[in-house]
């Protein structure tokens, strides 16, 4: 409890607020990690996705490529590249985005091909019998109808991006990890509970974002069946209350 308290104190000390090693610089380098890193795997991810939903085509690759890839060890690839491209300035941060990518591809490439494949097949037909052209299906039928889906993978990797951006520190780099790594050696336990704290603050924040995103993406068709639904579950459910009582 007072490790806690220890914790709490120091994140609210106003000297830790300022300065390269200050808290909003920290987070700041960590947000930039983590929006590089979502926006390569999203262009690699997310197309790829598509593509494979609305052609039905290599679907055993998304089974396969998620697999494959969750199963590297995120500390051990990132020594390997880092022994491979050299600890200079110049490519001090290549090998962590690398890892981050590798992290962030599964969840988006799974949120992608699940979000079009979910698509009512008949919807589909209609718009192709209307004479719409397969791009024009995929973006103004499928795409809009898989964001929730699709929204919901970002927000997997972005959460698993932030968690494991720490790692970035054990390389010289910066970001919320940098308190971490920079405290064990000297085991100021305070300040590694600070590094997880605030990286535990920065997911949250992040995850409500996104989770508020992903509701206002729900088409108001099936939001409204949502709700009828959930209704007529509440109605059948009061009788069966009120006869047991």
């Not at 490790?3 to 120091?10: M, N, T």
């Not at 830790?16 to 690699?44: F, K, M, Q, S």
């Not at 919320?176 to 704290?197: E, H, S």
Request: aromatic share 6%; hydrophobic share 55%.
């Amino acid at each position: 409890m007072n490790l806690f308290a220890d914790a709490i104190g120091w994140i609210l000390d106003p000297s830790h607020w300022t300065g390269p090693d200050g808290i909003p610089n920290r987070i700041l380098e960590h947000l930039g990690y983590t929006t590089i890193t979502v926006l390569i795997a999203t262009a690699i991810a997310v197309t790829l996705g598509l593509y494979i939903g609305h052609t039905g085509r290599l679907r055993g690759l998304v089974v396969g490529v998620t697999g494959a890839l969750r199963a590297l060890p995120t500390l051990g690839l990132l020594v390997y590249l880092a022994v491979l491209f050299g600890l200079g300035i110049r490519f001090a941060l290549l090998p962590t985005i690398i890892v981050l990518v590798v992290l962030a591809i599964p969840p988006l490439l799974a949120g992608a091909y699940s979000g079009v494949q979910s698509v009512d097949g008949r919807t589909v037909d209609a718009a192709r019998s209307m004479g719409m052209t397969e791009w024009q299906i995929l973006w103004k039928v499928e795409v809009p109808l898989a964001l929730p889906l699709i929204i919901g993978g970002i927000r997997s990797a972005v959460l698993q991006v932030v968690a494991t951006a720490t790692v970035a520190a054990y390389i010289s780099l910066g970001g919320l990890g940098r308190y971490i790594i920079d405290a064990l050696p000297v085991r100021d336990y305070t300040k590694v509970l600070v590094g997880a704290l605030l990286v535990t603050i920065l997911a949250l924040v992040l995850d409500g974002i996104l989770i508020f995103c992903q509701r206002l993406t729900i088409p108001a068709g099936v939001r409204a069946i949502q709700i009828s639904s959930r209704e007529r579950s509440t109605s059948r459910s009061t009788p069966a209350v009120s006869s047991a009582a």
